[in-house]
């Protein structure tokens, strides 16, 4: 077990370096590079008449004039060495600053939707299987392909409509705006727990259409195995046997995707984020896209990918601590 | 007739009678035309029952053609404005009305006027105006597929002067109906493409792990795992942002469609290397080498084939994926930009609830994203049960 | 001496897309304790169903005729009508495993591969014998060294997958023995096993028979098996026995054309020199029924116009002996 969890750990480091260059790269993509950006937000309108001197000195001050692969190490180095993902342009201050407690509330609303995803997804799947073939059933799929084909976005403008033609009431957000600004409090926890509900409901819902077809997929071929019929044969009462013996192993593939899952749900963020006006990481993602703000972007890239790795580093161990037969480099 | 079938009645009852022989003829023939029709065949013999996945492929095949010929079937162009008919309401041609009932169907006539309180110009309609829709009717000059000229349309209003909007208008005037025509040719074709790119980039990448195993495999499962580790859309936008402001929609369009492509083959690729992996030691490929055929053979008249089925149907579950993602990025401005037309296009003018409050209607593409995808996700899964060659057949 | 287990007339049906299937067809046997019923047949003869309706333990779509009788003396003297129990409820789940034990063809996929052994056999012996925590424990490692697993105090916090094939149906046997049965069913539990592990275990239930005096039905399509392990031997085709009787005499002198095919299908090492000869034909399916007796279409002595159109009842052969055949009916033709 130990040897297990050393070796994934190795190997979710070794994928952590690779992202952070592709990061790096997709940082350097946009034309021009930062001096010329920096330059003309700070300059433009002002009347000041830019020259390419000045932007040659902004460029050596920031070291940008240094070839590819040196700034690629200053930038991941000051990263893993001091957590300093460099300067933000358009607010003039380091990327850590602007991204704050964001990181929290994304946290906070991948966890509630992962929560809601298993909640929904595993009894239903399991419900789904035992009573094969039922009308439950055949509702279950229309459901689960109506998941998938529903954009997650679009659900999220239509049930922004709906709650405000029926209640006239402004659902999105992430917290209300009273507490927009004031320093966190229990009160202020609470209200952001109040608000999660739809941003979670909303971002879970292709991911439990999708694991829900796999929960039911498994559980029915679990439901068909001998070792189901054996305990059967030597009594075990129903409810148990089935808990016990295939629901147990039908969750395996659920635990095997998390990760997975937490991709799709990061993908997806940042524009339900958009749509719900949800002020976190995915919001903030792409207003940096759209502002050229590479610093931002590529640190919340990697923040989100580097989730992604440690969950999938998670579900490995998980995996191997719910499954016996699951043993190091198979 | 009475006394002959009495005849044939008594004649042939303890044989078969001739209907009996016919019918029996019949099966005979089809189980020799089941028993030696090709792969192919079968596969469509299989999908040709899949009743929701057929549903499911003609109304994909109308869109495409309605799509293709956009032209022809959008009474208007894309960007053509309609001032007098502003964020107008879909008009739905009636053949009843307050004033009695025609043959022919015909919507009312409307004129702009300004609202006291707002002031924006609105569009009231004037029911004691009836214009007839007529079909092959004249209208603006366009280029079907790019290359037959014309100025007769599918269909239209007998009054030139007013224009039918099916599904009333957005704020520029411009006709909803025929936007999202143009947005679905659009749209389906950036998937094609995309779809392309990342199946050739599949068949390399996954080719080369899985033709020469060991060490390479390994390098490419690992920078494979990288581009999957990363979150899709994110990835697509930091892509899409770095695109020029000055690009034109062409330049904007191939670099969506390269974007698309150049990160949708992972799953692709992995299906092609397994594939590969695991028929390289099944006996009948171990066989051929051993009876002395060449690489190209076994890989053509052997593996190929064995898995050509499976990748098809991959292909065609990539697909939604495609859409959906090129509708999320113009959705929210970073893929294709006005003039240019898609579904995430003309959704981005949907953003906010105000707007489908006030003009419901110009949600109508979603509806088209929610059903092309669901047709693709359908036919796979039609796809994917034929080509098992151990599904139940016949 | 008194039955352990009285069948009577026992016929089970399927509802399925095709149709309504009969794949078990007016079946009667009995078993005495501490005595063995060999049950052989091909596959589809209907052999696992009509023991898997003993428990209970056809699936939903699975009807049990009115008039069968499956009469069962509980360990407690008091006799149980199982044809009256249904497929859930405390009565039925008392009987699987604590009055009726099961032994199953593959001992890996009998096992939930995601707990230990132990945990299984604790689980039974938990429900019978209301003994708890270490108590079960302790009978558990006693229940596995007696199946003769080396090490039983290690190898009781082991998973399935990390025995061996033999160790395994050994263990699936101390399983089914742990709840304390009367009667054992055995559905081909040496089939997946090689010849020398499979010799090791049928010794191993013959001597835990004689100890613990329990009544076994074993299935079978081996009558090589057979011959080894049962007292009595009951042949099935098509979802009827068509021959019974005691072991030895039926495998010295068959008198069912089916089981005397049967038999000349066994290699064996006295006729090395003949070719073997299978029984011609495929078992057919369950939907199409011939009419008649069952076997007509591939039997080599049958009688056209009688076979095909009346089935045989069952007739007394010899003593103790019974066999389904006009052949033997009809004395008055030759048995060729």
Redesign the interface.
């Known amino acids: 077990m130990i040897r297990l969890v050393l070796d994934r750990f190795v190997g979710m480091v070794f994928t952590m370096a690779l992202v952070s260059l592709l990061v790096f790269l997709i940082m350097e993509l946009p034309p021009g590079d930062y001096a010329d950006r920096y330059a003309f937000r700070k300059y433009s309108g002002t009347g000041v008449n830019v020259t390419e001197g000045d932007i040659q000195a902004i460029r050596e001050d920031l070291g940008l004039d240094k070839p590819l692969v040196f700034r690629y190490v200053d930038w991941i180095g000051n990263i893993v060495l001091y957590g300093d993902f460099g300067q933000a342009f358009a607010f003039e201050t380091p990327v850590t600053k602007v991204i704050g407690d964001k990181v929290w509330l994304t946290l906070g609303i991948l966890f509630a939707t992962l929560i809601v995803t298993y909640l929904i997804s595993i009894p239903i799947g399991i419900f789904a299987a035992v009573n094969r073939g039922s009308s439950g059933d055949y509702l279950l799929t229309v459901f689960s392909y109506l998941g998938l084909a529903l954009p997650n976005f679009l659900l999220a403008l239509i049930l922004l409509y709906f709650a405000n033609r029926w209640f006239g009431a402004d659902i999105g957000g992430l917290m209300s705006p009273a507490f927009e600004r004031a320093p966190w409090s229990l009160a202020k926890l609470w209200d952001v727990i109040a608000h999660l509900w739809l941003p979670a409901f909303v971002l879970a819902w292709s991911a439990v259409a999708y694991q829900l077809q796999t929960v039911r997929a498994t559980m029915s071929d679990e439901l068909n195995k001998l070792s189901v019929t054996a305990a059967r044969a030597r009594g075990v009462p129903e409810t148990k046997l089935l808990i016990k013996y295939p629901a147990r192993l039908a969750i395996n593939p659920v635990v095997s995707t998390i990760g997975f899952d937490v991709n799709r749900i990061f993908s997806e963020l940042p524009i339900v984020a958009a749509v719900l006006g949800l002020t976190e990481l995915g919001e903030l993602l792409l207003r940096a896209y759209l502002d050229l703000d590479m610093y931002v972007a590529g640190a919340i890239l990697l923040m989100l990918t580097f989730a992604i790795v440690f969950m999938n580093f998670v579900s490995d161990i998980l995996l191997a601590w719910l499954d016996p037969r699951i043993k190091l480099g198979s | 007739m009475a006394v002959t079938d009495d005849v044939g009645a008594v004649g042939a009852a303890p044989a078969l009678t001739p209907k009996q022989r016919r019918a029996a003829e019949r099966e005979r023939k089809r189980l020799l035309k089941y028993y030696s029709a090709s792969q192919w065949t079968l596969i469509w013999w299989r999908f040709r029952r899949h009743r929701a996945a057929m549903i499911a492929f003609v109304i994909l095949g109308l869109m495409a053609l309605m799509g293709l010929f956009a032209e022809f079937v959008a009474p208007y162009g894309p960007t053509t404005r309609d001032v007098r008919y502003l964020s107008g309401a879909p008009q739905i041609p009636m053949f009843c009305d307050h004033n009695g009932c025609s043959l022919r169907p015909f919507v009312h006539g409307a004129s702009t006027k300004r609202d006291p309180v707002t002031l924006r110009a609105i569009s009231v309609p004037d029911p004691e105006k009836r214009v007839y829709v007529a079909f092959f009717t004249q209208g603006e000059r366009v280029l079907i597929l790019g290359l037959f000229p014309t100025r007769t349309h599918l269909f239209g209003l007998d009054d030139r002067q007013t224009k039918l909007h099916l599904w009333g208008t957005d704020d520029l005037g411009r006709d909803v109906f025929s936007r999202t025509l143009y947005a679905t040719r659009t749209s389906l074709s950036i998937g094609v493409l995309g779809v392309l790119i990342s199946f050739v980039l599949a068949l390399i990448i996954g080719g080369t792990a899985g033709y020469f195993g060991g060490m390479t495999d390994n390098v490419i499962q690992?920078?494979t795992?990288?581009?999957?580790?990363?979150?899709?859309?994110?990835?697509y936008?930091?892509?899409?942002?770095?695109m020029?402001k000055e690009w034109s929609t062409t330049q904007v369009y191939f670099a969506m469609t390269v974007i698309l492509g150049l990160f949708g083959w992972p799953t692709l690729a992995r299906r092609v290397r397994s594939q590969l992996l695991s028929i390289r030691n099944e006996d009948y490929v171990v066989a051929a080498r051993l009876a002395g055929a060449r690489p190209a053979r076994i890989i053509g008249q052997h593996m190929l084939p064995s898995f050509t089925s499976f990748i098809i149907v991959d292909l065609v579950i990539s697909f939604?994926y495609m859409i959906?993602s090129e509708?999320?990025l113009s959705?929210?401005?970073?893929g294709l930009r006005p003039p240019a037309t898609s579904w995430g296009v003309l959704?981005q003018q949907?953003?906010s609830?105000r707007v489908?409050?006030q003009m419901p209607w110009l949600?109508i593409p979603?509806v088209f994203?929610?059903?092309a995808?669901?047709a693709f996700?359908?036919i796979g899964d039609g796809l994917r049960d034929a080509a098992d060659p151990y599904s139940e057949a016949r | 001496m008194e039955p352990l287990l009285t069948v009577e007339n026992l016929t089970v049906s399927f509802r399925t897309d095709e149709g309504l299937i009969t794949p078990v067809m007016g079946v009667g046997f009995t078993v005495y304790k501490g005595k063995t019923l060999g049950l052989v047949g091909e596959s589809g003869s209907g052999k696992s169903v009509s023991t898997k309706a003993l428990i209970r333990l056809l699936p939903g779509s699975a009807r049990i005729a009115p008039d069968s009788r499956m009469h069962y003396r509980a360990k407690s003297g008091e006799l149980i009508k199982i044809e009256t129990l249904g497929n859930r409820g405390p009565a039925i789940r008392h009987l699987r495993g604590g009055e009726i034990g099961m032994i199953f063809q593959e001992p890996m996929a009998s096992f939930s591969p995601v707990y230990t052994i132990g945990n299984q056999i604790m689980e039974a012996v938990r429900l019978h014998r209301g003994l708890s925590g270490r108590q079960a424990r302790t009978l558990a490692v006693d229940m596995l060294d007696k199946v003769g697993i080396s090490n039983p105090r290690d190898r009781v916090d082991q998973y399935p997958h990390e025995l061996s094939g033999g160790m395994r149906q050994r263990a699936m046997i101390a399983l089914a023995l742990s709840a304390g049965p009367a009667l054992l069913i055995a559905d081909e539990p040496t089939t997946a096993l090689d010849v020398t592990v499979q010799a090791q275990v049928l010794e191993l239930m013959r001597g835990l028979q004689d100890e613990l005096g329990m009544g076994l039905i074993f299935i079978t399509h081996d009558l090589g098996v057979i011959a080894q392990i049962a007292e009595e031997v009951a042949v099935m085709y098509l979802g009827t026995i068509v021959e019974r009787g005691p072991t030895r005499a039926v495998i010295r002198a068959p008198q069912h054309p089916y089981t005397q095919g049967l038999l000349r299908a066994i290699p064996s090492l006295d006729r090395l020199n003949d070719r073997l000869q299978a029984v011609p034909g495929d078992i057919p399916s369950p939907l199409e029924r011939p009419t008649g007796c069952g076997f007509h279409p591939r039997c080599p002595h049958k009688i056209a116009g009688l076979c095909d159109t009346t089935a045989p009842a069952e007739t007394a052969a010899g003593p103790g002996r019974r066999v389904r055949c006009w052949l033997n009916e009809e004395s008055g033709r030759p048995a060729a």
Request: hydrophobic residues 70%; glycine residues 4%; without cysteine.
């Open positions: 690992r920078l795992e990288v581009i999957r580790v990363i979150p899709v859309i994110p990835l936008m930091g892509l899409a942002a770095a020029p939604p959906l509708t999320a959705f929210v401005g970073l959704l949907a953003q609830i489908i409050e949600f979603a994203v929610v059903v995808v669901l996700t359908v």
